[in-house]
């Protein structure tokens, strides 16, 4: 059964580096999503991408954050500058064109130190 | 703020009982409903989802949806050892492909 993928599964670094995590979504499916989980707390949206470009993202989504479809299997989400406060669970997810449906991948733990 | 509200629990019932798991929300214009299981550590698992008000089943799991009481609930049958997880209440609000809102989960615990 396909899949998303996701690398690192663990990354750790020092405050004010750049992380990259990278995710490679369900073949053929058309929507992407990060999602971050802070330790304890819910689930939270970060950006939706679509054809190529940002369809929706959240306040958490700021200048530091970017995302890219490098090619046709990959999409990564960059921190730019890392904060503490973003130590979390990255979530990617993927939906295809005539579904609802998001399935996750396992994630990448992101430790800030 | 648009919110979905979960009891945190921890909900404990015996193997074999029916576990019943709610949610309400405050978005009246909420379309989908979904519910994810999540182990410890684990990514979200996609259990189930509804979008018309009434019962859906399927297998041991039913979600049960009431628009006008702004209520979803989950109800797993039989419930085993193994569906010891939190389940996570999500809405889709906007519409097809838009963000999912998560509640905080309820913990269940299916003790033997």
């Known amino acids: 059964e396909p899949e998303v993928t996701q690398t690192p599964s663990h990354q750790v670094t020092q405050m004010g580096q750049e992380v990259i995590l990278r995710c490679v979504p369900i073949?053929?499916?058309?929507?992407f999503y990060w999602y971050r989980q802070i330790l304890g707390q819910k689930v939270e949206f970060l950006v939706s991408f679509y054809n190529n470009e940002i369809s929706e993202k959240s306040e958490i989504f700021d200048d530091q954050f970017s995302v890219e479809r490098p090619d046709g299997s990959n999409f990564t989400l960059k921190i730019r500058s890392t904060k503490l406060e973003d130590s979390a669970m990255y979530f990617c997810a993927s939906m295809s064109g005539g579904a609802n449906e998001q399935f996750f991948g396992p994630g990448t733990r992101l430790t800030v130190l | 703020q648009k919110e979905v509200e979960q009891n945190s629990g921890p909900l404990s019932v015996p193997e074999g009982a029916i576990a019943s798991l709610n949610c309400t929300y405050s978005d009246r214009g909420s379309q989908s409903f979904f519910w994810y299981r999540q182990y410890s550590g684990k990514s979200p698992e996609l259990i189930m989802f509804i979008y018309s008000n009434g019962d859906k089943e399927d297998g041991r799991f039913t979600a049960q949806l009431n628009k006008a009481s702004q209520y979803v609930s989950l109800l797993i049958r039989d419930s085993q050892p193994s569906d010891s997880a939190t389940y996570l209440c999500?809405?889709?609000?906007?519409?097809?492909?838009?963000?999912?809102?998560f509640g905080t989960g309820t913990r269940l615990q299916v003790t033997l």
């Open positions: 999500a809405v889709n609000i906007a519409g097809t492909a838009s963000k999912l809102t």
């Open positions: 073949s053929n499916h058309l929507y």
